[in-house]
């Protein structure tokens, strides 16, 4: 486990180069499946679920990496930045650290007994094992590309299965733990920034109309977190009935009027009073530059205008990639780690500003170099 690498390099899904990235953060795909020769987790006794991750470990270095050692037919992947994350063995911190990054969910840091996760490709890949199935399977990349996160989880999908045999129904398809996955254990997801729909009180109308196609909103962090700093994760609920592609589809075609109505939004808000939005935004930048202490609430809240600000051309520090990357490096997990130790709120209040004004003055030297 090469922690070193794991913090210095930016998660790919946060470098902002994806198809609708202004208001599309990521995209992502997760599979959620079950070994037939094992029981759920839920019944699953410590022995099991030691065979399940050794299982399940060996599968993905046999098969998703490319080397003379291995024995499966090649699957056309070939993750040479693979790792493995004994889940059980780590800190409470580096599980957040790992939360916050998006590479594990709350479930899998919260549970007991042998688990992991297994990271590749830049970390827009992340295999759980022993989550609440036997594993968990996500893609994300960065803006609104749902098709290549669909390409390349049904790879990674059918390289596992090579070695494995997963729980499966003729007539109700995968077996999954919670009969809400029961199906095609698919959950597609796509992470929006939309403050200009929070700020004209539109909000709760998207909910509303997502509520009718029954899909899922909720914040940052997935299921059980709340929306701060207004960005949304909007996914599907029912995964049993129809094909992953009509999923998928369903999603493609629910989200442009989202990001549409944000753009109208914004217009609207532009036209109204351009002058009130920049002193907003120009507000929310010299905090953000000059804070001396800040929370990663009021963080998030005034990173949210700053990114919208800089999409509307009304400030041009921080770019997109970098205003990504502040989200998640001014998370706790991440301050502790990038200062090497355990800090309580008030501690992390006034790191939280170091860093923000240390990036904030790269970023603005770096312009004005260029």
């Known amino acids: 486990m090469d922690w070193d690498s794991l913090i210095s390099v930016t998660s790919g899904w946060l470098d902002g180069s994806g198809p609708q990235s202004d208001i599309v953060i990521s995209s992502r795909i997760r599979l ?26 060996e599968a993905a270095s046999n098969n998703l990496t490319e080397s003379e050692e291995n024995t499966a037919e090649p699957t056309g992947l070939n993750y040479s930045d693979l790792q493995y994350i004994n889940v059980e063995e780590i800190s409470n911190i580096d599980r957040q650290f790992l939360m916050e990054r998006q590479l594990i969910s709350r479930e899998l840091s919260d549970a007991n007994g042998s688990r992991g996760v297994v990271i ?19 893609v994300l990349r960065s803006g609104f590309s749902l098709d290549e996160c669909w390409a390349e989880i049904n790879q990674v ?83 049993l009935g129809k094909s992953e592609s009509q999923i998928i589809d369903m999603i493609k075609g629910e989200v442009p009027h989202i990001i549409d109505y944000e753009r109208r939004a914004r217009e609207a808000l532009m036209a109204e009073n351009k002058q009130k939005l920049h002193d ?46 502040i989200l998640i490096y001014t998370q706790p997990a991440h301050l502790q780690k ?26 603005e030297i770096g312009q004005s170099d260029s």
Request: proline share 2%.
């Open 280 to 325: 907003q935004v120009s507000r929310a930048y010299g905090i953000l530059r000059n804070a001396q202490t800040i929370s990663s609430e009021e963080t998030l809240h005034l990173l949210s205008s700053l990114r919208m600000g800089v999409n509307l051309e009304l400030i041009t520090v921080p770019q997109i990639p970098l205003a990504n990357e």
């Open 157 to 239: 999908d059918d390289a596992i299965e090579n070695e494995v045999s997963y729980a499966f129904h003729e007539q109700f398809g995968y077996l999954t733990a919670c009969p809400t996955n029961v199906g095609t254990g698919i959950r597609v997801s796509v992470m929006l920034h939309l403050p200009a729909l929070v700020q004209t009180r539109e909000i709760k109308k998207v909910f509303h109309s997502m509520q009718k196609m029954n899909l899922a909103v909720r914040g940052l962090y997935g299921e059980g977190s709340q929306a701060m700093g207004d960005y949304y994760q909007i996914s599907n609920q029912i995964t």
């Open 338 to 363: 990038k200062y090497n130790k355990e800090m309580n709120s008030q501690e992390r209040n006034s790191h939280r500003a170091d860093y923000l004004r240390e990036r904030l003055t790269d970023a």
């Open 120 to 138: 590749a490709d830049r970390q827009r890949t992340s295999l759980m094992i022993n989550e609440e199935d036997h594993i968990r399977m996500q």
């Open 32 to 57: 959620a499946r079950n070994l037939a020769q094992f029981p759920f987790l839920s019944r699953a006794d410590d022995f099991e679920r030691t065979e399940i991750e050794n299982l399940l470990r």
